[in-house]
């Protein structure tokens, strides 16, 4: 079974577990080419996998295409927090997985693609702890131990035999620089929410 079909698979049975599976569908698709026609929902979110594939701006576009026209779209999104170098952005992203951009910059983006009435929250989701306190079974108080000891072990392992030793060194370094950048200030997240502009 590849990833996708393991997630398609969880997704399915959580959403079984949590009573609203007659509510749901899920389907595989790339998000800068979606598998739907015009105008078809009512609202389109995506939640920080804007900045992850090749083309942004192709993903934002794709949004605003199946929304219907006043329909509403949100994203919450990697935002850098200090100015920086094209080149320290660039070796965060690298380490990151994904690309962050400015504040003012997501917000062009979203209304290149068509959004009008765009409203923000910015500081409450770059707060450092939302970084880290993301578990549903217990509070997390620091990045260290966002994961316990068993799953480091079992994730290790994952990478290793996949990638090697080097690829398990390279993880965790990239998550110790990843994590700096967050208590430096210099990354938060951002919450970008707008409409549809009627007639597009
Ligand atoms: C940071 S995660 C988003 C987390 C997600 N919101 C969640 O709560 O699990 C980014 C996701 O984007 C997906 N992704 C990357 N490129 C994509 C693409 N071109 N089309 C659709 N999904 C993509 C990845 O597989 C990954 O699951």
């Given at each position: ?28 698709g790339d998000s800068q080419n979606l598998?739907f026609?015009d105008n078809t929902f009512d609202v389109v979110i995506n939640e920080?996998a804007v900045?992850?594939p090749?083309d942004s701006q192709k993903v934002l576009n794709e949004m605003l295409r199946v929304v219907k026209?006043?329909g509403a779209v949100a994203i919450h999104e ?28 997501w917000?062009?983006m979203l209304?290149i693609a068509g959004t ?76 970008y929410k707008g409409i549809k502009?009627?007639?597009r």
């Open positions: 079974m590849d990833i996708s079909e393991e997630m398609n698979k969880t997704a399915t049975k959580r959403s079984k577990e949590s009573g609203v599976s007659d509510k749901v569908k899920f389907v595989l598998p026609d920080c900045g992850i090749d026209p006043m990697s935002t850098w927090k200090k100015p920086l170098t094209e080149q320290e952005k660039d070796e965060i992203a690298e380490r990151y997985g994904t690309t962050p951009l400015e504040f003012n910059e917000k062009e209304e009008s009435n765009i409203i923000t929250e910015f500081e409450q989701w770059s707060r450092p702890e939302m970084f880290w306190n993301i578990r549903k079974d217990r509070t997390v108080k620091s990045h260290k131990t966002i994961m316990s000891i068993r799953e480091k072990i079992i994730t290790a392992y994952r990478i290793f035999k996949t990638y090697g030793l080097k690829g398990v060194i390279k993880v965790f370094e990239n998550e110790i620089f990843f994590f700096k950048t967050v208590l430096n200030g210099e990354l938060g997240y951002a919450l502009k009627p007639g």
